[in-house]
């Protein structure tokens, strides 16, 4: 199925960055309430809807999503994927992971925990049947990454507007719990955006390239096709009263027309702010 975000724009995700704030700022809080259409060539083919909380030293971000429209006559399924973590320097860092996506035909679990960007402990249902033509995974491959979930909370550095071209600076090392690949991404434009529900205003446009590391078969035409691809876009808007940019739209050239994830509801507001207390004077 295309399952919430369209499989994280078929890509799995898109991923985090971290800085600290000064030292005389409160812990940035916010929260969003979204959702989402997913179209291939314009024709719905299905609908989801991501919350996050971003707290003091918390966080949680939850998805579900389900087929729609002239999808439903060829097939059926549902997804969701949740994460959550500690919040350090108003950068999330994740603690866990967890999906679950069911078709007519097919359930896959998959759940994960984390600790200092290494995956310490997951458990796939099915797991990836044996293929000698796949790239093993090792390790080494489960270090240093972010699963997806937290992966689409980016950080931008700075004081200024965190709608800039820097937010699309980075490289994004990603685990799935069957794969392991990099996002890099380029900045392309500044765009205006609005959603029925929500927000209206600047989004950041990045390009986004797909580079398999392990967990995959190098001769599948998916890959191939995703490892060529210099079209991949995604729009990201920030959420209120942190410096954290998530995805608004996500654009995904396949054969049978673009695929489009698009927020419909964008409800963004701040959490509240607490200043750090003064140092105390004799």
């Given amino acids: 199925m295309i399952a919430w975000s369209f499989r994280l724009a078929v890509c799995h995700a898109i991923a985090l960055a971290a800085i600290s704030l000064p030292v005389d700022c409160a812990q940035a809080q916010g929260k969003v309430d979204a959702r989402y259409s997913v179209t291939l060539a314009g024709i719905p083919i299905g609908r989801g809807a991501w919350v ?70 997951f458990a796939i249902d099915p797991p990836s049947p044996p293929d000698p033509e796949r790239v093993p995974l090792t390790d080494a491959h489960r270090r240093g990454v972010s699963d997806p979930m937290t992966a689409a909370l980016m950080r931008v550095p700075g004081n200024g507007d965190p709608v800039a071209p820097e937010a699309c600076s980075r490289k994004l090392s990603i685990f799935d719990g069957r794969m392991r690949f990099d996002l890099q991404m380029a900045f392309k ?61 996500v654009a995904v050239p396949t054969p049978l027309g673009m695929g489009v994830l698009q927020a419909t509801q964008f409800v963004s507001v701040p959490g509240p702010q607490r200043r750090a207390s003064a140092p105390k004077t004799e």
């Fill in 52 to 121: 996050i909380d971003i707290g003091e030293d918390r966080y949680t971000a939850a998805a579900h999503g389900s087929t729609a429209g002239v999808m439903q006559i060829f097939t059926s399924g549902h997804g969701t994927s949740a994460s959550r973590g500690a919040v350090a320097g108003g950068q999330p860092v994740p603690a866990s992971f967890a999906s679950s996506i069911q078709t007519e035909r097919r359930k896959e679990e998959i759940r994960m925990t984390l600790s200092a960007a290494v995956v310490r402990d």
């Fill in 189 to 249: 434009r500044i765009d205006q955006v609005k959603a029925d529900k929500g927000y209206e205003g600047r989004a950041v446009v990045c390009a986004v390239y797909f580079s398999p590391i392990a967990g995959y078969i190098p001769e599948r035409a998916a890959i191939k096709y995703l490892v060529d691809q210099r079209a991949i876009e995604v729009w990201l808007v920030p959420i209120a009263g942190t410096r954290l940019l998530v995805p608004f739209r």
